[in-house]
Structures are given as C-alpha cells and as structure tokens.
C-alpha cells in the first residue's frame, strides 16, 4: 500500500491536511487496472462558500508504471463536504435555591497595601490596593448573602496577625459586622504568611459558624512574605490536610504584578473534593478584575454548554472541524474571541469590564442584573450564577462561533432564572405552539387549539392539550426520584394525543409490549400510569420502590394498558 499526504505552507512550515493510502493494483492492460484507497482529512480546509454545506472536490493525478517503460497516467477527486456548527437555542431554565456558607476572608494589610492600585477614581487619582481589595470583599459577601445563610470569620495579617480586629470578639460574624470591620482596615507592616495562616486556624474553630453550609476560604495579598518564611516543607501538607478535614474550599490571590504565584499556589486547596485545584491560585495583576474574579468563585446556579441549551442529549455542536467561541453578547456589549492571541476583545482592545484566563480559556462577566457568567470559549461549556432572585427575571446570551476552515453560525439562549419551585402558568393559542415550563416548579399549562407540543420539565405539573392532536413530552430530567417521584396530570388525554417518552426511558424499546411493561404501570382504578425510567418493573406489575414518575390521566378510562401502550405512547 502506498500513502501520500497533501500538505499546505502556513508560514510556519507544512501541515498535513490529508493522507491517501493506495492498495494494491489489480488487472491487466486488456481488462484494465484498479486500487482501492482510503482517504482521511487531517485538518480544516477552505471551502469556497463559508457559512454554507458545501462541497468541494479535490483532484489527484495518479500515474501508474510497469516498473519498465510503460506507463498509465488517470485522475480520481475526493469530495469533501464542509461541516456547520449545529447550535441549539432556546430558554433554560435556572432554577435557585438557597445555598449556605461559612466565608472566612484572610487579608494582608502590611504596608505595600497602600501602594496605588491602578483603579481610576471617578474624582481623579487611583485607589490603593487595600481600598479596591475592601470593595471586592465586601460585594462578595453580598453575594454570598444574595445566595442564602451565611457567617463570616475575618483574618488581617501583616508582621502579626488579627482575628476580627476591632471591638468584636472573635466569634463568627454577620456579614453587616464583617463589612463594617473591612470597611475601618488600615495598611501598615511587614508580611507573615506563616502568622495568617496560624490565625485562620483558630479562626474557623471559633464559635458561630453555620452547620449544613459550604466552608470557603479566600487568601489575598499583593506581596510575598518577608517574615515567616512563608508556607514551605510539611507546612503545605499539614496545611492542605487541615483544609481536608474541615472541608474547606480555599483559593489564594495575588494582588498585583509583586507575587509569584508559586508562592500562593500550596495556600490554594479545595478541601473539599481534596483536589490540588491550581486554578483557585491567580495572580490578579490587572485590578480592575478583582471584582470580577471574586464574583466567579461564588457557586453556581447552573452548569450547561452554549451549544446544547437545556438539551441533555443533542447533535449540536461544532461538527467534524472543530472550533471555537467567535463571540458573545451580554448587555448590547460585544465580546469578541481573538483566537491568534488567545484573548478576548471588545472593540479590538482587550478587556477590562471583564474577565478572561488565557490558560483555562475562560471569560467571566458581571452582567447588568447581577448574574455572572463564566464561558469556555473553545467547549462552549458555561456556569452562570443568579443574583439573588425575589423575583423572576431573563438573561440573555446571543454568541456566535467559528469552525476551523471559518463558517460562522449564531444563535442564542435565554436564562430563565426564578425560585426554586416558583411555578407559572402558560397558555396557548388556537395555533400550534410549544409550551414549555419550568424544572423543579410546579407548571400549570394548556395548549388551546392546534397541535401543540407541551412539556412540564421536573415538578408536578398540570397539562392540559385543548383542542387538536398534542404531544405531552417527557425528556431525561422530567422527573423525580424514586425517593420523591413527581407526580404530573393530563387532563385531557384523547385519541390523536401522544405521551412521549422515548427521551425519558433508558433501554426502552417504543411499541414493543414486552419491553414498555418493564417501563410502565397502569392502575385503571386510579387513574395513574406509574413510570419507571430506568425500566425497574417484572412484568408490569407495580413497584413504588421503582417508581420516578406518576401521571394521573383524568379522562382516559380504559383497563387494558396495552391500549396505551400501543395508542399513546411514544
């Protein structure tokens, strides 16, 4: 077998774009010759129209001799066909509970503190260091609060250290006490890490703090130590064990260009999972972003993907070529992706409303209602935390992203972000519409007239078709646990509706009574068919202990579930 590879000069050298392995030539000069290849495209090739599927052919010269004199000479294309990114769009929904926490703050005020930030003042001149680390400590107390419960302990070191200085003692404070204390810190001294890390010890252990809440840990300092030594040898390990076994999630920050992170870096632990987490050390040399950083460390209320939406399982994405984030919109502000540089850009200048980490490739924003989002731009995967939520409200994202030989598709989701079990109702019209409520809340919806698609999501919820022949969809998530099974009504299952489920159950196989018994119970008495998704019934018989899902079918009144089965359910 032969193989010959195409490669193209991109400046920098060739890079191979395709290989084509040649078999064996077969036959003779009477009957003809012929040979099998295999062709295998290595990289992203132009096409010659962008943002459409085309096809371009690539043609080859073949020549083939007899070892001799004689010599055939033929031509054979390859045809490549361009591949789109494939975006999903739609709504997704943020459901917000309340989350608490135990927020220790161990903050250096010796007296380079002092020195000027280079935050601009809106009066003229620069706040110092301590002034911009005051500001973003106390807005990331409020975001905490914002989320639920939560207890403050408050370490200030410089040659010594302090536990809540001031006239407080040292218990667990709230967050007005803890704001008020940051709000009176003044810079003065030397650097001992050694004295703040002793400090905070002692600190955690101090009366006050919450039981069942999440235990964090923020270090900031804008120098290395010059007393103490700092954390070094079996410092680190007795360090990262005591964060084990409080379960502490610890981040360090280093504020300003005069900190080598690597001096940071054994501060930084996530006690929690007990992973040496390098990412919750960062040296913040642009201050402008401290806000920024902060806010991207509170928990999140969602983890989704910008190309995929709400949709556990979807084909969307970039497609064969690969790609990346081109940009996004947040607020009418437009982010754009400089993939040469690895930066992100808002017109062709660098950022500096928000944030972005050029080795993990990730852009964090605070948008204008108070949510942060934090985006991959090359997986597209996204956290987004709500700000605290009275009351409902909607963000949305539009984005763009680029393929790897330059399509460009845009789209765009829309956070819907609401309390936890905060339910709506919908209502259709007399065309066909889709209908979609909220996961984990109780949803009142009806279609109306025409054919409508409605889904419920996580909760328990009222659906009602109207009028036409309706699809009530249940997805992967649509459902509780068998611990807390959710529990749906149809009111008006008739013939022409469909239940879907195929999305929900796991192995099933759609129509075949056998297999959809393992799936589903109908108690005619009742009135409810009893989902198992993960096909936990023998025989369709009944088991609770199995059971995820009930939805009660007010006007369906037939006993024979294969009926259903064959009828309705798909």
Do not use: C
């Amino acid at each position: 077998m032969t193989t010959t590879t195409g490669t193209v000069d991109l400046g920098a050298g060739d890079i191979p774009v395709m290989t084509i392995e040649v078999g064996a030539i077969t036959g003779n000069s009477t009957t003809g010759f012929s040979a099998t290849y295999e062709t295998t495209l290595l990289h992203a090739i132009d096409h010659p129209l962008n943002n459409m599927e085309d096809q371009l052919a690539v043609n080859f010269g073949v020549t083939i001799n007899d070892g001799q004199l004689d010599s055939l000479t033929t031509q054979f294309s390859v045809i490549v066909e361009d591949d789109r990114p494939t975006l999903a769009e739609g709504t997704v929904s943020v459901p917000v509970e309340p989350v608490n926490s135990n927020v220790m703050i161990v903050l250096d005020t010796s007296g380079s503190m002092n020195d000027s930030s280079g935050v601009a003042k809106p009066g003229g001149g620069t706040y110092t260091r301590l002034q911009v680390a005051k500001q973003a400590i106390n807005k990331l107390l409020d975001g905490y609060d914002d989320l639920g419960d939560v207890k403050v302990q408050l370490i200030t070191f410089a040659g010594t250290a302090d536990r809540n200085p001031g006239p407080i003692d040292n218990r667990w404070l709230t967050v007005s006490e803890a704001k008020s204390i940051v709000g009176g810190l003044s810079a003065n001294g030397s650097t001992d890490y050694d004295a703040a890390l002793a400090s905070a010890k002692l600190g955690f252990s101090e009366t006050g703090k919450l039981g069942n809440a999440t235990n964090y840990s923020y270090f900031l300092t804008d120098g290395e130590p010059n007393q103490g030594g700092g954390i070094t040898g079996s410092e680190i390990a007795d360090w990262t064990n005591w964060l084990d076994t409080q379960s502490i999630k610890s981040y360090a920050l280093g504020l300003g260009t005069n900190v080598n992170i690597s001096k940071i870096d054994p501060i930084a632990y996530n006690g929690i999972t007990q992973v040496d987490d390098n990412a919750l050390a960062k040296i913040v040399s642009n201050l402008n972003q401290l806000d920024s950083i902060l806010q991207g460390t509170l928990p999140p209320a969602i983890s989704k993907n910008l190309m995929k939406g709400d949709l556990s399982t979807s084909d969307s994405g970039y497609g064969a070529d690969g790609g990346a984030l081109y940009d996004i919109t947040i607020d009418q502000t437009v982010y754009q992706y400089d993939r040469i540089n690895n930066d992100m850009l808002v017109n062709n200048v660098p950022v500096d409303i928000a944030t972005y980490d050029p080795a993990t490739f990730e852009f964090t924003v605070e948008t204008a209602l108070n949510g942060v989002l934090t985006v991959n731009v090359i997986t597209g995967d996204y956290t987004y935390q709500a700000a605290s939520t009275p009351a409902s409200y909607q963000e949305v994202i539009a984005f763009t992203v680029q393929d790897n030989d330059g399509d460009l598709v845009s789209s765009s989701q829309t956070l819907d972000v609401y309390p936890k079990g905060d339910g709506i109702t919908l209502l259709g019209t007399e065309n066909a519409d889709t209908l979609i409520g909220r996961a984990l809340a109780d949803d009142v919806i009806s279609g109306a007239g025409g054919d409508d698609i409605i889904q419920g999501r996580s909760g328990n919820d009222t659906l009602t078709g109207g009028t036409g022949n309706d699809l009530f969809v249940w997805r992967a998530d649509d459902k509780g646990s068998v611990a807390n099974p959710d529990f749906d009504i149809i009111t008006d299952l008739t013939s022409g509706d469909k239940i879907v489920l195929r999305d929900l159950l796991v192995g099933e196989t759609i129509g075949n009574l056998d297999s959809m018994k393992e799936f589903v119970n109908w108690d005619s008495v009742t009135g409810i068919l009893h989902i198992s998704s993960n096909g936990g019934y023998t025989d369709g018989v009944y088991d609770g202990s199995k059971t995820d899902l009930n939805i009660q079918l007010d006007s369906y009144t037939s006993s024979n579930v294969d009926d259903l089965i064959n009828n309705y359910i798909i």
